[in-house]
Structure formats: C-alpha cells, structure tokens
C-alpha cells in the first residue's frame, strides 16, 4: 500500500510541476495562446482551469503525503535489543569482548 501511495505522489508532483509550468503569472502562458474570441475555451477559462487544477493538485499531493504518512511499514528490529539488554539475556560485557583463538603450537602440530 505504501509503495503505491508513494508512485501516486509522484505522479502527482509531475501533474502539479506542468500545470504551474504551464501557468504565468501575467496572464501568458498557455492562455495567451486562445486569444481568439471564438474560441469555446477562452482567455479566462483556460487561465481559471489551469488555477483550478493546480489547487486540485496541491491538496491531492498533501492528502497522499498524510496517508503515505500513516502506511509507513513499521519494523521491530531495534525493539529486540532492548528486550534482550533489559531482560538479562546476555551480558553486553561478554558480547562486546572478543572471542579467544587457540593458535596451534609446534607441539600439536
């Protein structure tokens, strides 16, 4: 699940990073280019879809985030060594020294 909310997001930012590109703030952009007044879309509407479309997209990208949020797999791994320095298992002295190697001597050989 999380991996998939994960691609989602990423769609996402790709969406939302061409609609602003497509944007300008001074009234260019794509909506300079249907100037024409007998165009169905116009000027505005194209302008007004396109801010449309990126709040759409801002608040989907944020909504994916909290819930990628909440599906992060969660793994017990550190909680093991805790219960087994605090239970006594096994002394962290004895654990941490290093292990003797007998090195055979001119006689065992």
Request: one cysteine or more; charged letters at 5%.
């Amino acid at each position: 699940m999380y991996t998939f909310i994960v691609i989602l997001i990423l769609v996402v930012c790709v969406l939302l990073a061409l609609v602003v590109l497509v944007q300008n703030s001074k009234g260019g952009g794509l909506a300079a280019n249907f100037s024409a007044p007998t165009q169905v879309m116009g000027v505005r509407q194209t302008a007004d879809f396109l801010e449309k479309a990126t709040w759409w997209l801002a608040v989907i990208l944020v909504v994916l985030c909290l819930a990628a949020t909440v599906s992060i797999p969660h793994h017990n791994n550190g909680n093991a060594l805790n219960t087994e320095v605090t239970s006594g298992g096994a002394d962290p002295v004895q654990a941490a020294s290093p292990i003797a190697t007998s090195v055979p001597t001119a006689d065992q050989q």
